[in-house]
């Protein structure tokens, strides 16, 4: 088998993995560089381009597991049996994780009843209209509406939305640290990790190109966001964070955040819920228009046995 040398993303690794990613849509939240870059520091990811198509592979001394790979279809399938060799030759089965119901699709086509995926609404993104979140029309966000206007009157004449530039990173910043502070980030392995990206995110800003919004109440940072373009009709949001003593500072800056800068895109693709009860409520109250669906693939046992 060819030596392939598999790397974490690096800055200057922006460009060809954009390349591949811009070429090979998803609306999946991870199907970008600043997700694959800010994550691999907290997880075992690697990329390489292998027969002609971008492979990131999840591995560590107990799994090794694959990403969709991004290419054209004869590229993608001669990738498929090399990571399978790869996993073979470690002892592994072969399995994939974040696969969407598209590229199972392609799955079945190429290899009939081979594979077989089990979906995990945990890690689902939900997805939703640009417009409705920046309006908040119909009798559904009716409640959300109320929220906008208690905070416009609980607030008024002290609050401001900004375009996040280098000129607020530092504010935001110091909000971070405040909001890790508050909310027990330390004691929190998975609020640690995501904290970590929140910063490394603020740090890199322009370096990743990332688009932000920041609310202020009384000249200082009450809330922030930050995302980016995913593909040419959605805008995925990756970071949000707001001081929960500030009454409704969450749904004002993802209202705000919409209408200032997300208006060209027609979704907008809020992430997963991870499977937290209060972050799934959240996101069904604002009515998403579909979900991303995603899950993981391994053989077939009919598969297997017939190999053996």
Same mark, same amino acid.
């Given at each position: 088998?060819? =030596?392939?040398?598999?790397?974490?993303?690096?800055?200057?690794?922006?460009?060809?993995?954009?390349?591949? &990613?811009?070429?090979?849509?998803?609306?999946?939240?991870?199907?970008?560089?600043?997700?694959?870059?800010?994550?691999?520091? /907290?997880?075992?990811?690697?990329?390489?381009?292998?027969?002609? %198509?971008?492979?990131?592979?999840?591995?560590?001394?107990?799994?090794?597991?694959?990403?969709?790979?991004?290419?054209?279809? =004869?590229?993608?399938?001669?990738?498929?049996?090399?990571?399978?060799?790869?996993?073979?030759?470690?002892?592994?089965?072969?399995?994939?994780?974040?696969?969407?119901?598209? *590229?199972?699709?392609?799955?079945?086509?190429?290899?009939?009843?081979?594979?077989?995926?089990?979906?995990?609404?945990?890690?689902?993104?939900?997805?939703?209209? %640009?417009?409705?979140? %920046?309006?908040?029309?119909?009798?559904?966000?009716?409640?959300?509406?109320?929220?906008?206007? $208690?905070?416009?009157?609980? !607030?008024?004449?002290?609050?401001?939305?900004?375009?996040?530039?280098?000129?607020?990173?530092?504010?935001?910043? /110091?909000?971070?640290?405040?909001?890790?502070?508050? *909310?027990?980030?330390?004691?929190?392995?998975?609020?640690? %990790?995501?904290?970590?990206?929140?910063?490394?995110?603020?740090?890199?800003?322009?370096?990743? =190109?990332?688009?932000?919004?920041?609310?202020?109440?009384?000249? $200082?940072?009450?809330?922030?966001? &930050?995302?980016?373009?995913?593909?040419?009709?959605?805008?995925?949001?990756?970071?949000?964070?707001?001081?929960?003593?500030?009454?409704?500072? !969450?749904?004002?800056?993802? /209202? /705000?955040?919409?209408?200032?800068?997300?208006?060209? !895109?027609?979704?907008?693709?809020?992430?997963?819920?991870?499977?937290?009860?209060?972050?799934?409520?959240?996101? &069904?109250?604002?009515?998403?228009?579909?979900?991303?669906?995603?899950?993981?693939?391994?053989?077939?046992? =009919?598969?297997?046995?017939?190999?053996?």
């Amino acid at each position: 088998m060819e =030596e392939v040398r598999f790397k974490r993303a690096e800055l200057e690794d922006r460009e060809i993995i954009s390349k591949y &990613l811009k070429h090979h849509t998803s609306r999946s939240c991870e199907r970008t560089f600043v997700n694959v870059f800010l994550w691999s520091r /907290q997880y075992p990811v690697k990329w390489a381009v292998v027969e002609g %198509a971008l492979v990131f592979k999840s591995e560590d001394e107990k799994h090794v597991s694959y990403a969709f790979p991004a290419g054209d279809d =004869e590229s993608v399938q001669k990738a498929l049996e090399f990571m399978k060799s790869y996993s073979e030759e470690r002892g592994y089965p072969f399995t994939m994780y974040n696969i969407t119901p598209d *590229n199972f699709a392609k799955l079945e086509e190429w290899y009939p009843g081979r594979f077989e995926i089990e979906y995990e609404r945990d890690y689902a993104d939900y997805v939703y209209e %640009a417009e409705k979140l %920046a309006t908040l029309s119909g009798k559904k966000l009716h409640g959300k509406r109320n929220h906008i206007n $208690k905070f416009k009157a609980l !607030y008024e004449g002290r609050w401001c939305y900004e375009t996040m530039t280098k000129d607020n990173l530092e504010e935001c910043f /110091q909000m971070a640290l405040t909001w890790r502070n508050e *909310n027990g980030c330390e004691e929190d392995e998975e609020k640690n %990790a995501e904290m970590c990206v929140t910063l490394n995110a603020l740090r890199l800003f322009e370096e990743l =190109e990332l688009i932000g919004g920041v609310l202020k109440v009384d000249g $200082k940072v009450a809330a922030f966001t &930050l995302g980016e373009p995913v593909c040419s009709d959605t805008f995925v949001v990756h970071i949000e964070k707001a001081f929960a003593d500030v009454e409704g500072a !969450y749904t004002m800056i993802n /209202q /705000q955040f919409v209408e200032h800068e997300c208006m060209d !895109y027609q979704y907008i693709n809020r992430e997963e819920d991870t499977g937290a009860d209060g972050l799934r409520k959240a996101k &069904l109250s604002y009515r998403p228009v579909f979900l991303v669906e995603k899950g993981n693939v391994k053989e077939t046992g =009919e598969w297997i046995r017939s190999r053996q």
